[in-house]
C-alpha cells in the first residue's frame, strides 16, 4: 500500500509541478506579449505624433494656398479692368457713331499715328520693366498731373498719382 500512495504521490507532484512550470511559462508568455505590446503602443503614439505634425504643416500649407489664390483672383480682375480700359481706349467710337478705324487713321495720318504707337509703345515697355524689378524714378514717383503719368500702367509707375 505504500508503493501506491508513493506512486500517487509522485504523480501529484507531477501534476503540481506540471502546472507551475506551465504557470510560469504561461506568465513568461504574456510578459512577453505585453512588452510587444508596449512597443506596439510606442510606435503608434509616435505614429499619432507624425501624422498630427503633417496635418498641422498641411493646415498651413492650405492656408497660404488659400492666400496666394486669393491675391492671383484680385490680381485677374485688376487685369481684367485694365485690359477692358485698354479696350475701350482702343475701340473708341467716333463723332459720326462709328468705331475709329486705326489703320484708316494711319493711312490718312502717319506721323501723328506713328507718334502715338511709339509714345504707347514705350509707355508699355517702361510698364513690363517695372513690372519686372527695375525702380521706379523720382519723376515717375513724384508724378500728379494727367500728363505726367504713364497711361497705361499709372497704378504700377506712378503710385502718387490720382485720377481727376
Not at 475701350?88 to 463723332?95: H, Q
Not at 507718334?115 to 509703345?121: F, L
Amino acid at each position: 500500500m505504500l508503493g501506491i500512495f508513493s506512486g500517487a504521490k509522485m504523480i501529484f507532484i507531477g501534476v503540481i509541478l506540471t502546472a507551475v512550470v506551465g504557470g510560469f511559462l504561461y506568465v513568461k508568455g504574456l510578459q512577453k506579449d505585453l512588452a510587444v505590446a508596449k512597443e506596439n503602443m510606442i510606435k503608434m503614439e509616435q505614429a499619432i505624433s507624425d501624422q498630427k505634425k503633417v496635418i498641422e504643416q498641411q493646415k498651413i500649407d492650405f492656408e497660404a494656398i488659400i492666400r496666394a489664390n486669393k491675391e492671383l483672383v484680385e490680381q485677374q480682375n485688376k487685369l481684367t479692368e485694365e485690359y477692358k480700359s485698354l479696350d475701350k481706349k482702343f475701340n473708341k467710337i467716333n463723332a459720326s457713331g462709328k468705331k475709329r478705324d486705326l489703320g484708316a487713321l494711319a493711312i490718312k495720318k502717319p506721323r501723328p499715328i506713328e507718334k502715338i504707337i511709339n509714345k504707347g509703345s514705350d509707355h508699355a515697355t517702361r510698364c513690363v520693366r517695372v513690372a519686372m524689378g527695375e525702380p521706379i524714378t523720382e519723376e515717375e514717383k513724384n508724378a500728379t498731373k494727367k500728363s505726367q503719368i504713364n497711361p497705361i500702367c499709372p497704378d504700377l509707375v506712378n503710385p502718387s498719382y490720382v485720377p481727376y
